[in-house]
């Protein structure tokens, strides 16, 4: 593992500027720079990148951080990737901190299968364009399917020799130790000795998002050989077919860019694409398509395109994959292509535009697509039809969005023409069987469960904490070590139990006036995020007494680093379209500080005794009225008169 020390000198040494700069045009724009969001398509500049701050902040997306953020999502990069890249880019020594015995031992072994696989790829590509046989059968076989040379070498393809322990030979040579050479599947140990898995074979190597070769897909070029045709790399510690795509490493920036992924079956059909400038292309490598990998696509877009042969058994892949898309929370979309074409042989025959056009024209939305085919199944047969509905709605039901489920469900009552009470019905009774098999409950449901109507789409209402919460939060990071005056409101009660509202002027550091206030009342943020990181505030104001928020925001909690570039960039995204030129000027927080803060926590104590009364009422009526009830009357009034007084100090109207 990357030592602490090595981190800290990432950070300290990386300048987030420089590094974003690499990526994306950016422009000077006061202390700060402005550009273009790589994360969306826009005209206007969004992108707001503190070189003072080192952080930076993407208004369009909402995303946000420092430079190791910016790299796990740009790039796609773990947490240890992007430190990797950036202590090579700033010639940084990597040090690692000491492990078990166990952690170094499996380390090890990854790290040597990785080394191994990566030098499996290089002696691939080097026969095929070096090695006579190479050259005579991978290399020609390429060419005869339209492949350029700058295509080939983009793709890192190669070719494995006929002669059975060629790469064998070549790697033991290399001091490479058989037992990473059979872990990976390159070699086959058996009673014969040392066998090449791929001999004879055109190679395809297998990258992860990051880069590293994880394992090959394989092809045999003789037309009289026994064995499979394709061939993959056998699952190992690095290699795992649910988790991988092909060409995921290839086209991850155009899948961004251009927000929908294109997903196919072959190899050759996303060379083919690639080479004709589909480059937002990947491929299930010939495995049927798993939830791991439609994640992988979902941290790219939420929009996939599948493109399928245009035979029953393309068909009917097509169809498996939809349900798992839709799971997902993800938008599909399904592209077929004319009997006997596949996308390799269409890709070939057609130009990028006519290529771009017919798959614009031809994607169909799932509830088209799966409409027109299961009709054409069902034709007139009323049972059939019925059992074409159930399938479809049973689609629908998977699609984590209410809202989708609603225009699902409309789209399908006109395409089959069905009401939509039915649909609905049938929809809720998909639901009820989902719920039942989470929480294994009864079969009996209430009749409320399976009414059958549509329930109007509630108000979506956001707890007033949230907003609270994250202006305590702001007010610390921006203000906390400032010393301010604050005009603090001391309630009393008299003899007869009455509330006496005074006001006396205190002079204190924001982030103790913060911390005294929320000790007092014994509150506690609701928002693990605004939790976790008013936790991390205060015990660097306490314990360093200044507020290290470098410190925090390298941490691996990425979902902190965009809370803390929200907030400190937020107040200057006036800056991104020139607002004083425009005479409008923005108002400085920082002369009112005590009075943000005051009014801060007054609303928010405000907000805690509405809960409190809440909480007291409804306990009120789960107890027996003979139980005193004047006794929770008397202690909902002095929360009452006690909310009139901080009304009153907001200057608010209850």
């Known amino acids: 593992m990357i030592s602490r020390i090595t981190i800290d000198q990432v950070f300290e040494t990386a300048r987030v500027e420089e590094v974003i700069g690499d990526f994306i045009v950016l422009k000077k724009s006061g202390s700060n720079f402005k550009g273009l969001s790589p994360f969306s398509q826009e005209r206007t500049p969004s992108f707001m990148v503190s070189p003072v701050k080192q952080i930076w902040k993407d208004f369009s997306s909402g995303k946000g951080g420092n430079v190791v953020a910016f790299l796990m999502e740009h790039e796609h990069f773990s947490y240890p990737e992007a430190i990797r890249f950036l202590a090579k880019r700033y010639n940084i020594d990597i040090e690692e901190k000491e492990q078990t015995k166990e952690e170094k031992e499996k380390a090890n072994t990854i790290e040597s299968l990785n080394l191994v696989n990566q030098y499996a790829q290089e002696s691939f590509e080097k026969d095929l364009w070096e090695n006579s046989e190479g050259i005579a059968l991978g290399l020609s076989y390429f060419r005869e399917r339209g492949f350029k040379n700058e295509t080939i070498r983009f793709f890192g393809l190669g070719y494995a020799v006929e002669k059975k322990d060629h790469f ?96 196919v079956e072959g190899y050759t059909d996303v060379i083919q694409l690639f080479q004709n ?74 130009s990028q535009e006519e290529i771009n056009s017919y798959l614009k024209n031809e994607a169909k939305d799932f509830i088209e697509f799966k409409t027109d085919i299961l009709l054409k199944e069902a034709k007139q047969d009323t049972v059939k039809k019925a059992s074409t509905i159930r399938e479809i709605v049973q689609s629908i039901s998977k699609i984590p969005d209410p809202i989708q489920q609603e225009i699902y469900i409309k789209q399908c009552a006109v395409a089959m023409e069905i009401s939509e009470a039915v649909l609905f019905n049938s929809l809720a009774q998909e639901q009820n069987k989902k719920q039942k098999a989470v929480r294994n409950i009864s079969n009996t449901f209430s009749e409320k469960d399976t009414l059958i109507q549509k329930m109007p789409q509630q108000e979506i209402t956001v707890n007033p904490l949230f907003y609270l919460e994250k202006q305590i939060i702001s007010i610390l990071i921006q203000y906390g070590n400032h010393e301010a005056s604050f005009d603090e409101l001391i309630i009393s009660s008299d003899k007869d139990g009455n509330l006496i509202e005074e006001s006396k002027i205190i002079h204190s550091k924001v982030h103790e006036k913060v911390f005294l206030d929320l000790q007092q009342d014994e509150v506690e943020f609701i928002h693990p995020e605004f939790r976790s990181l008013y936790d991390k505030l205060i015990q660097s104001y306490q314990l360093e007494g200044e507020l290290r928020l470098e410190k925090i925001s390298q941490q691996e909690e990425s979902n902190l680093g965009v809370i803390i570039s929200d907030i400190l960039l937020g107040n200057e995204q006036h800056q991104l379209h020139d607002w004083e030129k425009k005479n409008i000027f923005v108002k400085d927080r920082q002369n009112s500080v005590g009075q943000l803060v005051s009014e801060t926590i007054l609303t928010f104590r405000r907000h805690l005794i509405d809960e409190k009364i809440k909480s007291l009422l409804e306990e009120s009526k789960s107890r027996d009225n003979l139980d005193g009830p004047s006794e929770f009357l008397e202690d909902v009034m002095q929360y009452q008169n006690l909310k009139k007084l901080l009304s009153k100090k907001l200057n608010r109207v209850i």
Request: proline share 3%; hydrophobic share 40%.
């Open 277 to 350: 400038g589909i480059k937002n292309v990947v491929s299930s490598s010939g495995t049927a398509l798993t939830t791991e990998q439609i994640r992988l696509i979902r941290r790219l877009t939420s929009n996939i395109v599948v493109l399928f042969d245009g035979d029953a058994a393309g068909l009917q892949a097509a169809i498996r994959g939809v349900d798992l898309i839709l799971e997902q929370g993800m938008n599909v979309k399904i592209c077929s292509f004319p009997e006997g074409e596949d996308p390799d042989s269409f890709a070939i025959s057609h």
């Open 168 to 263: 064998y030979q070549k790697a033991v040579k290399a001091n490479y130790l058989i037992e990473y050479l059979v872990k990976t599947g390159l070699v086959i140990n058996n009673e014969r000795g040392p066998v090449d898995r791929f001999r004879g074979r055109i190679v395809f190597p297998i990258r992860s998002m990051a880069g590293r070769v994880l394992g090959f897909g394989g092809r045999i070029l003789s037309k009289t050989s026994k064995t499979a045709k394709y061939l993959n790399s056998p699952e190992s510690e690095v290699y795992h077919k649910s988790r991988v795509l092909y060409g995921i490493y290839e086209s991850k920036k155009a899948i961004a860019k251009e927000d929908v992924c294109y997903l």
